[in-house]
C-alpha cells in the first residue's frame, strides 16, 4: 500500500504484533516481522519524547513493554530507502522499509 502510493503516504491505523525491537541513533523500532529486512515488515519509528512517555505510561522502555504485544498505531505508512553502507559511506545499493513516524505516544495503543 505505501509502495503503491509513494512517495506520499497513507494515512491510517495500523495494526500489529511487535514481533522484534531495535534502537539507532535517537530512534526506537518497533518491527512486525522477525527480519526487519522483510518486505512485509510495517516499521514504527518511536522519536525520543514519545519514547519518554511511553516509558512513563508502560513502566518500561517500549522496546521491552511493546515486544511480543499486539499494537494499533496512528500515522502515516510512508516507503522508507534504507542505504546500505561500507567503509562510512554509501553504496548504490539499497531496499525500503515502510514505516510510520510516532512523535507522541498517543499514537500508539495496545490492543486489549
Given at each position: 500500500m505505501a509502495a503503491s502510493a509513494a512517495p506520499a503516504g497513507?494515512?491510517?491505523?495500523?495494526?500489529?504484533r511487535v514481533q522484534a525491537t531495535g534502537a539507532q541513533g535517537q530512534l526506537t523500532y518497533?518491527?512486525?516481522?522477525?527480519?526487519?529486512?522483510d518486505q512485509r515488515n510495517l516499521t514504527v519509528a518511536i522519536a525520543p519524547e514519545a519514547v519518554r512517555q511511553l516509558t512513563e505510561r508502560f513502566g518500561e522502555h517500549p522496546r521491552?513493554?511493546?515486544?511480543?504485544?499486539?499494537?494499533?498505531?496512528?500515522?502515516?505508512a510512508v516507503r522508507t530507502t534504507i542505504r546500505?553502507?561500507?567503509n562510512g559511506?554509501?553504496?548504490?545499493?539499497?531496499?525500503?522499509?515502510?514505516?510510520v513516524?510516532?512523535?507522541d505516544?498517543?499514537?500508539i495503543e495496545v490492543a486489549k
Open positions: 497513507v494515512e491510517g491505523v495500523f495494526a500489529m518497533l518491527n512486525s516481522e522477525q527480519d526487519y529486512r521491552i513493554s511493546l515486544r511480543d504485544k499486539d499494537i494499533r498505531v496512528r500515522g502515516s546500505f553502507y561500507a559511506k554509501p553504496t548504490a545499493k539499497y531496499y525500503y522499509q515502510t514505516h513516524n510516532v512523535t505516544a498517543g499514537q
